[in-house]
């Protein structure tokens, strides 16, 4: 093998890997605890009308300090039977495809839209591919910069890469403290660069995949505090903290006009990655 | 979206390429292992002339296909700085280095206008051979430039992608190309200028999750592998041998995800009539 890389296995306890830990962790809040702190009189929306309903992608009406928000999020289960029927929290095609249906009729009828990014990253299977896994989520990329209503984004654990920002294309883009937003998993990246995934921890400071990180980069717009420990320790007073973001982005996001609405969001993605000699 | 190192090399059929396996002017298809003369497989555009097997070809091979002839390159200079200081088993900033001499480019896109049978268009044509033709901020930010030209001039844009997805040594900020190229491509299609997205061997990940699947005409060449995940992570994820065929072309036709699949030999004239049908004549 070529000559190894810097970060030496040594190195003090890796912040990036204990944030991936956190994110990860089983206890951690998932999008329907959210919502069911969140939000009144929630009530489901389900399927693409074209195919099916997937469980790993949650949508639904609500009312968030009486104001009407449609919510749209990945979830993840708790125990195995849960875990099985989300698909751990991997959509599949139908599962972006409702969720760009909800958010159109969301902004047809100018409600704000809502939505929580919690999935190790979109299905990698043979009935994904079949029904365009890739088609389904450059879709959503497209439709959802075209959306005229404000788009808050909250990453509450695992932003795995465009499994992710299938339902990332918010004005505001907030990762929760220990949540992480990455373009691989640090296992897959070690894979490849190390050829051990082992070393998913050298990967993980690597790929830059903190809040922090992902702020100084320019790639999301707040960072939410989580309770001493991590969210996982309290989940009433982690949403707590995403109550606050959340009005203050619908407060601000609320005097712009539509087309301001539109003009915001792309001006913001416009100017990601200016990273040239 | 990690980008693969291919296990075997099909195609770069280019002097000194490794797959070079006898020696001087002949060479072996990896479609149906018939030696073929090499001057037969350079005039019919590394198209085995017996199988009908498509080789990969290079982003400037590409665009001399697609052009009428001389074409300007833009943007040509964007180097990417390496905003994560990112090191795996050679650091970032010493591989560009070393894909810049090998393939003459700064990074894995060309962008580029002219005319196509006497239109003018813009063409962004990636470069496999660099870096697997991943896609950083400066593929982001060509294309994104190379869509707002095609607005102000109304002039119809051509992508030929051919890219293991999101390049995962600039991290998130590859990711957010997806979303900054698309939310260009919004803006395109809303201004109603044809975009027609031509997929090649290999085109997966994030490529293929945004801008590759966007065209008003998505069309690929016979025979190359087009998904979202590649092929080994589903091996692992279910654990099972993928059926025959998976993922190519073929497949994607079969299944509705493309509009047709093209020949190279057929290419620019697929291209011209789809022009002179949605933009009227030159
Ligand atoms: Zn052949």
Same mark, same amino acid.
Not at chain 1, 193 to 198: D, G, L, M, N, Q
Not at chain 2, 103 to 107: E, I, Q, S, Y
């Given at each position: 093998m070529e000559p190894q890389p810097v970060?030496?296995? /040594?190195?003090?306890?890796n912040e990036a890997w204990q944030r991936v830990q956190l994110a990860r962790h089983p206890k951690r809040p998932h999008t329907l605890d959210y919502i069911q702190r969140l939000f009144t009189e929630f009530h489901e929306i389900h399927g693409d009308r074209s195919y099916g309903d997937d469980p790993a992608i949650v949508s639904g009406m609500g009312f968030f300090e009486d104001r009407p928000v449609m919510i749209v999020g990945e979830q993840k289960g708790r125990d195995t039977k849960q875990k099985l029927y989300r698909n751990f929290g991997m959509p599949k095609p139908e599962g972006y495809r409702k969720a760009i249906r909800v958010m159109q009729v969301a902004a047809k009828f100018g409600r704000p839209i809502v939505t929580f990014l919690d999935t190790p990253g979109a299905y990698p299977g043979i009935d994904a591919e079949e029904r365009g896994q890739a088609e389904a989520i450059a879709r959503n990329l497209r439709e959802m910069a075209r959306i005229n209503t404000p788009i808050v984004c909250i990453c509450i654990g695992e932003g795995g890469s465009g499994g992710a920002l299938a339902l990332g294309v918010g004005n505001h883009v907030y990762l929760l403290e220990n949540a992480i937003y990455s373009v691989i998993s640090p296992e897959s990246c070690a894979a490849i660069?190390?050829? /051990?995934?082992?070393r998913a921890a050298e990967a993980a400071a690597a790929l830059r995949l903190t809040a922090e990180d992902l702020l100084r980069l320019g790639l999301i717009d707040g960072i939410i505090p989580e309770p001493p420990g991590g969210a996982q320790e309290d989940a009433d007073a982690a949403a707590a903290c995403v109550r606050e973001s959340l009005r203050w982005s619908l407060d601000q996001l609320g005097l712009l006009s539509a087309e301001e609405i539109v003009a915001h969001r792309y001006e913001k993605f416009r100017q990601m990655g200016n990273f040239f000699l | 979206m990690p980008w693969f190192k291919r296990e075997k090399t099909i195609g770069?059929?280019?002097?000194?390429?490794?797959?070079?396996?006898? /020696?001087?002017l002949w060479l072996k298809c990896e479609g149906c292992r018939q030696i073929i003369w090499k001057k037969d497989l350079e005039a019919n555009h590394?198209?085995?002339?017996?199988? /009908?097997?498509h080789s990969r070809i290079d982003a400037a091979a590409r665009l001399a296909l697609l052009f009428d002839g001389e074409y300007e390159v833009l943007d040509a200079g964007l180097t990417s700085s390496d905003p994560l200081d990112f090191v795996d088993s050679k650091p970032y900033r010493e591989r560009l280095a070393s894909m810049r001499s090998a393939?003459?480019?700064?990074?894995a896109l060309i962008s580029a206008c002219g005319t196509l049978e006497g239109r003018p268009v813009q063409i962004c044509s990636m470069e496999p051979k660099f870096i697997g033709g991943s896609m950083g901020c400066v593929v982001g930010e060509k294309i994104t430039r190379a869509i707002e030209r095609s607005i102000a001039q109304r002039a119809p844009l051509i992508i030929v992608s051919a890219s293991g997805g999101a390049r995962m040594q600039e991290g998130a900020i590859s990711l957010m190309q997806m979303a900054k190229i698309s939310g260009a491509l919004m803006r395109l299609d809303q201004a109603a200028i044809t975009y027609i997205s031509v997929l090649t061997d290999q085109t997966t990940g994030g490529v293929t999750a945004s801008?590759?699947?966007?065209?008003?005409l998505n069309i690929a060449e016979p025979g190359a592998l087009i998904g979202f995940a590649g092929p080994r992570v589903i091996e692992q994820t279910i654990r099972q041998k993928l059926p025959d065929?998976?993922?190519r072309s073929e497949f994607l036709l079969k299944h509705g995800m493309l509009d047709d699949v093209v020949p190279r030999k057929e290419l620019k004239p697929y291209i011209a009539t789809a022009l002179r049908f949605f933009c009227g004549p030159v």
């Open positions: 970060a030496a296995p /040594e190195a003090p306890p660069i190390y050829r /051990e995934s082992a | 770069t059929l280019e002097a000194g390429a490794k797959s070079v396996r006898t /020696e001087g590394q198209v085995c002339p017996k199988c /009908e097997n393939t003459g480019l700064t990074d801008f590759a699947m966007l065209g008003d065929g998976f993922q």
